[in-house]
């Protein structure tokens, strides 16, 4: 039996910095047992109160349950395990019938989220690591890294995110990666610490360190490795309490963790144990001052070992620290070898992963950590920052709603807080789910918070990414107007004015500050929209200005949804309008606007029911040159520059470049965002790209440079990646000392040209097609003479017509060649789009080419007679990296249980509409001749005339030349019209004789024919 101590009644006025009379010292395992009555050291196992004891315990950890308590036994060279609830002790064994595992002096121990023990040994600097959940069949240590890769060390700590930190004796601390075990070096220079003797991470992710010599206590910011003092006197130990530099260690030793980052420190040369808080307050646990020690000489008398509440409990060279999860802290003492348990102290147990001396664990479960984030309510179409606030480092999220678990997206907490940039357009915060999760070993708590609906209804313009509004001096940026309505409030009716006032001495903005309409479907943000079911409500405007001059003066717009038939109808939050806000173009940098809500109303029915709307706080748009990467426009944030891109060109770039030039997912054209994807023409130094329009070659510009393919000079493309920047009204780009590619020079329409292009997309119809039935309507792709096509890009539409009803599933296409991105597009359920990079085609001239098929079913309730038509936008291709090519195309009909009522039209459906307006008025008819000069829609298309002008048409003028030796045939040609002068002497001889063949260019061609007498007849092919 363990020796009874008497109790030594002490004045409780003498004690400096006592605990609270609750926190009470027993003792739990070690010192004389009956087995060994005559010595307090032994490496006895067995019972742990009577029997069990230790030779200079060290560091301790916590098995998640709060049951098992691991030891570091220094001197018997062991890892002792004493289970609390079976109160036995034992020593870690190599297998299960004994053959105790002999380690070099360790000193420390720590527990991962694994269930791995990892065990610090001082002789041979190392770290051995041993799987708990295997110990049944004995214990497997492996050595983690060499030996002597430490020097001296002399405590460890787990971070919670895959790291242990160690300090050595000669003042270094390093880190070990446990996902590849690569140890640093010291993290920090020779010097900041003397001699640290214990390591703890505090729930932010800080590292406290306790140097035994300074006799202070640190903290380590783990990523910029910044040291900030906590408490102590530095080089001047003591005994006094307080905070800060008020307070005083002597030789601190290993740190433990409680709940709200107090750090629990065992001070062995005032042979107490101490507690820090965050601010560095410091106050005594447990362990009078040696000279209040009983030292009378008996048997039963050990001075500084008397247990009791902490008035009067004595320690003596406290080494190890520990918190369970129910608060109660168990310290190693060396000079009796002893285990103390202390209770009822108020801690509460850390929210941390269990690490060195300061692990958690304990109780029957870990205390969750604490959790919060803000904004935490609204709605944020271009996006914001939501700043995170949690006692753990474990932090994850989601932003469709679903539960968060250790696979979703990790938020990174440094000191307590961290961030999450939202980029969920569609939704408001209610589907930002953020968990915080505490691991040790198999146990494990978590707490978790959502967003929540609006709590008052509000109007206005949300916060951004970047805080204010940024737009360079001439750009104009795309400003979002938002409702958040509070659970049970409903929207139908709306008005409100929207102000631009400029600061003082800042020009006033344009009349061009608009409202914008919106498309839910194909905008390049997608949005949740103000009309039931993803509609577009309609609203009228009313521009406005308050004052005169030209600075400062406020600019407004009255905006009204009225009545039920404007189609608004809000229940949770909407994006009721965008602004165009054009920014001056002499503008400074720096300058401010505020742009502001006033005078929000609206009602619940779309007629009396009022309903109470706030505005939302005034923003702010400030004047900043902000540059973009040309192409890099994912992620989408928004529409203005440095609301969008990550600095990278990947496929999520490329795949906004084809949507947009397929026609899909748009940016407004005067956007930063429509001109960071508007690539070709490339850039030039002192020379900016871009002819405002996103086609075919800018994504293969964008492909190019995301595969860094652009430096190989052989494509005579640009081998530099450009920024654009808006600069005193004109936009700018940077400058680089690579040489650009050549650019195509810019000349005047030859005046021939009228239509030209130099391929065709088509597709051939179909007829008596069953209802219910998948169809593959054939897709060509024709080549113009002088032509070929090293890729193309199309976008297919398939429209319901004469009765016909919807498609319930979207068309598919199927090609014959690889190609780059098919797939459904955008949500739309009539649309395809597909593409080839240059390179993957090879279509020469004259030439016409099946590409696949569009595939799709033709619904069963389709009655006989209607139809679907298949037609085609945004068709584009080019035959390298220099040269944009034109297309042109043809649709065809998909006729169900009926034969095609017509031949198809030879005309495009592009030449039908320039020259007419809409490809189904009659006057675009084939044999149609609106401008009555004898020649038909049809041969004028051939041709390449211009069917609304009389004097357009093919003219051969003749002349003699050469004093009358030779005649001449002059004629206006049409660029990529092949012209075949052709002759005979006879009319009545049925063949044509080839005479001169020219080539149209758009100018003025000549055809030269000897004068040989007698007579001619002469004639002219025209062929595309």
């Known amino acids: 039996m363990r020796p009874a101590w008497p109790l030594v009644l002490l004045l409780a006025g003498l004690l400096a910095g006592s605990a609270p009379a609750q926190t009470t010292v027993s003792t739990l395992s070690g010192g004389p047992s009956s087995s060994n009555p005559n010595s307090a050291s032994g490496s006895a196992d067995g019972n742990t109160q009577s029997a069990a004891q230790f030779n200079t315990p060290g560091g301790m950890v916590f098995e998640a349950t709060g049951t098992v308590l691991w030891l570091a036994d220094t001197v018997n060279n062991t890892v002792r395990r004493l289970d609390l609830t079976a109160g036995t ?63 001296a060390p002399n405590a460890l700590a787990f971070d919670g995110v895959g ?18 075990l690569t140890v640093s070096a010291s993290l920090l220079p020779a010097g900041t610490f003397v001699t640290p003797r214990g390591v703890e991470v505090l729930d932010n992710g800080r590292i406290a360190v ?13 990523n910029t490795l910044a040291v900030t003092f906590l408490a102590g006197v530095t080089n001047t130990p003591g005994t006094a309490t307080g905070s800060g530099a008020t307070a005083q260690f002597n030789s601190p030793q290993h740190l433990g963790k409680a709940g709200n980052n107090i750090l629990v420190v065992a001070d062995r040369g005032n042979h107490q144990v101490r507690l820090v808080d965050v601010a560095g307050n410091t106050s005594v646990l447990y362990g009078i001052q040696s000279n209040f020690w009983d030292n009378v000489s008996a048997p039963t008398i050990f001075p500084g070992w008397a247990d009791g509440t902490a008035l009067f409990a004595e320690s003596r060279l406290p080494s190890g620290v520990v918190v369970d999860g129910s608060g109660t802290t168990y310290v190693s003492e060396q000079f009796y070898h002893l285990i103390r348990r202390v209770t009822g102290a108020g801690l509460t147990g850390p929210s941390g992963v269990g690490s060195g001396s300061g692990g958690s664990g304990g109780g029957s479960t870990l205390n969750p950590p604490s959790l919060s984030f803000t904004p935490n309510s609204g709605y944020f179409p271009q996006g914001t920052t939501i700043t995170v606030s949690s006692s753990s480092t474990n932090v994850f999220f989601t932003t469709d709603g679903s539960q968060p678990d250790t696979n979703s997206t990790r938020v990174n907490i440094v000191g307590g807080t961290g961030t999450i940039p939202w980029s969920n357009t569609t939704n408001d915060l209610t589907a930002l789910r953020v968990m915080a999760l505490l691991v040790s070993g198999t146990n494990s708590a978590s707490a978790s918070v959502s967003g929540i609906p609006a709590t008052a209804t509000a109007l206005g313009v949300p916060a951004g990414l970047n805080g204010s509004i940024l737009g360079g001096a001439g750009a104009t940026v795309v400003v979002p107007v938002v409702i958040n309505l509070r659970s049970n409030d409903t929207l139908r009716s709306l008005q409100f004015r929207v102000e631009v006032t400029p600061a003082t001495g800042v020009p006033n903005i344009s009349d061009q ?13 997608p949005v949740t929209t103000s009309a039931a079911s993803g509609g577009v409500a309609t609203f009228s405007t009313l521009p406005y200005v308050l004052g005169a001059g030209t600075t400062g003066v406020p600019r407004g717009l009255v905006v009204s949804f009225l009545g039920t038939n404007s189609g608004l109808n809000v229940s949770r939050f909407a994006l009721v309008t965008m602004l165009a806000v054009p920014i001056p173009a002499t503008a400074t940098n720096g300058s401010t606007y505020s742009l502001n809500i006033v005078l929000p109303s609206g009602t619940s029915d779309g007629a009396i029911t009022s309903v109470a709307i706030a505005p939302g706080e005034v923003r702010t748009i400030t004047v900043t040159n902000f540059a973009y990467r040309v192409g890099d426009t994912s992620s989408r944030g928004w529409y203005n520059a440095g609301d969008f891109g990550d600095g990278n060109l990947d496929n999520a770039d490329v795949n906004n470049a084809f949507a947009a030039a397929a026609g899909l997912r748009l940016p407004f054209a005067f956007s930063d965002a ?40 052989a494509l005579n493309v640009s081998t530099t990646n450009w920024l654009r920047f808006w600069s005193d009204g004109q936009r700018t780009n940077g400058t680089t000392s690579l040489v650009p590619a050549g650019r195509l020079a810019t000349s005047v329409p030859p005046p021939g040209l009228v239509w030209f292009r130099q391929a065709a997309l088509g597709a051939l119809p179909l007829e008596n097609v069953t209802a219910g039935a998948t169809v593959n309507v054939p897709v060509f792709a024709r080549v113009g003479r002088s032509a070929n096509l090293s890729g193309l890009q199309f976008r297919a539409v398939v429209n319901p017509a004469d009765g016909a009803p919807e498609l319930a599933q979207p068309p598919q296409f199927i090609g014959l060649t690889q190609l780059l991105n098919p797939g459904n597009t955008s949500g739309l359920l009539n649309t395809i789009a597909a593409g080839w990079n240059i390179g993957q085609l090879a279509l020469p001239a004259l030439s016409s080419n099946v590409l696949g098929f569009v595939r799709f079913t033709v619904p069963a309730s389709a009655p006989a007679g209607s139809r679907y038509q298949v037609s085609f936008a945004n068709a584009d291709g080019a035959p390298d990296f220099s040269t944009q090519y034109d297309f042109e195309t043809r649709g065809a009909s998909v006729w169900v249980q009926r034969a095609a009522a017509a031949p198809p039209s030879l005309i495009s459906d592009e030449w039908k509409t320039t020259f007419f307006g809409d490809a189904a008025s009659p006057s675009a008819e084939d044999l149609a001749d609106p401008d009555g000069d004898g020649v038909s829609n049809v041969l004028e298309y051939f041709a390449g005339t211009n069917p609304t002008q009389s004097g357009s048409r093919v003219q051969l003028t003749p002349g003699w030349r050469n004093s009358g030796r030779d005649l001449g045939f002059q004629l206006l040609s049409a660029p990529g019209k092949l012209y075949v002068l052709e002759g005979k002497s006879n009319l009545l001889d ?4 080839p005479m001169a063949t020219n080539m149209g260019d758009g100018q003025m061609q000549e055809f030269i024919q000897s004068n040989t007498g007698g007579l001619r007849f002469y004639r002219l092919r025209v062929l595309p």
């Open 89 to 151: 002790t034992a020593t870690l064994a190599t297998n299960s019938s004994g053959g105790n595992i002999l380690f070099n002096s360790p000193v420390d121990v720590a527990i991962d989220a694994s269930t791995n023990l990892y065990i610090l040994t001082r002789t041979d600097g190392r770290i051995h690591r041993v799987d708990l959940r295997n110990l049944s069949f004995g214990a497997v240590v492996t050595p983690i890294v060499p030996a002597d890769t430490f020097t």
């Open 513 to 525: 500050f608009r409202a914008l309409s919106v498309n839910p479907t194909n905008d390049f943000i």
């Open 674 to 713: 429509f001109d960071a994807m508007d690539a070709f023409p490339e850039d030039a130094p002192g020379t900016v790209g871009g002819d405002g329009q996103i086609r075919f070659l800018d994504w293969q510009i964008i492909l190019l440079r995301s595969l860094r393919l652009n430096t190989n000079p």
């Open 990 to 993: 049925p063949n044509w004789l």
């Open 163 to 180: 790291n242990l930190y160690v300090v050595e004796e000669a003042g270094a601390l390093r880190r070990v990666a446990l996902s590849n």
């Open 210 to 222: 306790s140097d035994g010599t300074r006799h202070t206590i640190h903290l380590v910011d783990p």
